[in-house]
C-alpha cells in the first residue's frame, strides 16, 4: 500500500516509486499519461506534472518531448574521492562498457594549458577526448591533457581497449602524489551536447581533476556527465582511500 503523504503531489511521487520498487513498472516502461495519472489520483494535470517532473530531476524518470515519460535506468554513481576506472565501475554492474576516442593527438599547449603544466606556450602536450559508454549510452566526456614528460607512451595506447585513467594508473609514478577534484553543475557546449546525446538546456556535472607526482604536473582532465544520468558522491574510511590519475 502507497504510504500518504502530505501534498498531493507527493502521494503521486509516491505511488509512482512503489511501482518501480516492486517491479510493476520496469526500467524503459512507458508509464500512463499525465492526464491519465490525474484522472486515476482526481487531480490537477499541474499536479501530476510537478511530480514526473520532480522525479524526472531526480534521475527515476526519463522524459522524452512528443513521446512520453519512461522508467529511467537510474544514475551511476561515481566516487568523488577516488573515482574508480570508469570501465570497472560499469562492468561491476554487469553492463557492457565501450569507449568512443575523438581526438588522439600531440598538440602546442596553449596559454591557459601551459599554465596548468608549468610549460612554455607552444610546449608538446598530449590531448585525448573521448566518450565512455555504458550499454551504448554515453555517460561521460573524457577531455583530457597528458604531459609527456609523465606518460611518454600515452599516444601509443588503444584507448577502446581501456580507458585512459587505467593507463595512468598502471605508468605513472605514485611518489608524492596530488590529486585535485573541482566539480561544478554548468551546461553543455553543442559539441558536449551531441557527444553526450543530450540537450543543451540539459545540466552536467563537470569533474575537473588535475594530478602531480613528485611535484610535476601529470594530467588536466575534464569529464563531463549528464546530470539526469550519473551523480558523483563518496563513502569511505580515513587513510582507506586508493588515488587514481
Known amino acids: 500500500m502507497t504510504q500518504k503523504a502530505g501534498a498531493p503531489f507527493q502521494q503521486i511521487k509516491l505511488a509512482v516509486r512503489d511501482k518501480v520498487r516492486n517491479g ?10 499525465e492526464l ?3 484522472t486515476q489520483f482526481g487531480v490537477a494535470r499541474m499536479t501530476v506534472n510537478r511530480a514526473l517532473r520532480e522525479l524526472t530531476t531526480e534521475g527515476q524518470l526519463e522524459r522524452v518531448a512528443g513521446v512520453g515519460t519512461f522508467v529511467a535506468q537510474g544514475k551511476p554513481q561515481s566516487n568523488l574521492l577516488m573515482i574508480a576506472h570508469v570501465r570497472d565501475e560499469i562492468v561491476s554492474r554487469g553492463h557492457a562498457y565501450a569507449c568512443k576516442v575523438i581526438t588522439q593527438a600531440r598538440e602546442t599547449a596553449t596559454l591557459e594549458i601551459a599554465a596548468a603544466f608549468d610549460l612554455p606556450v607552444g610546449a608538446p602536450i598530449f590531448h585525448l577526448v573521448c566518450v565512455h559508454l555504458e550499454n551504448d549510452r554515453p555517460i561521460q566526456l573524457e577531455d583530457r591533457y597528458v604531459n609527456p614528460a609523465a606518460a611518454p607512451g600515452f599516444l601509443d595506447q588503444d584507448f577502446a581497449a581501456g580507458p585512459p585513467s587505467e593507463y595512468l594508473f598502471n605508468n605513472v609514478s605514485h611518489h608524492e602524489l596530488e590529486i585535485e577534484h573541482v566539480v561544478d553543475a554548468s551546461l553543455p557546449t553543442p559539441e558536449q551536447a ?35 544520468r550519473y551523480r558523483l558522491g563518496s563513502r569511505f574510511k580515513p587513510g582507506a582511500v586508493q588515488p587514481v590519475v
Request: hydrophobic share 35%.
Open 194 to 228: 551531441d557527444m553526450l546525446n543530450m540537450r543543451v538546456d540539459e545540466p552536467c556535472l563537470t569533474l575537473t581533476r588535475r594530478t602531480w607526482t613528485g611535484g610535476t604536473p601529470v594530467t588536466l582532465a575534464h569529464l563531463v556527465h549528464p546530470g539526469n
Open 24 to 33: 510493476e513498472w520496469q526500467v524503459g516502461d512507458r508509464i500512463p499519461s
Open 36 to 38: 491519465e495519472l490525474a
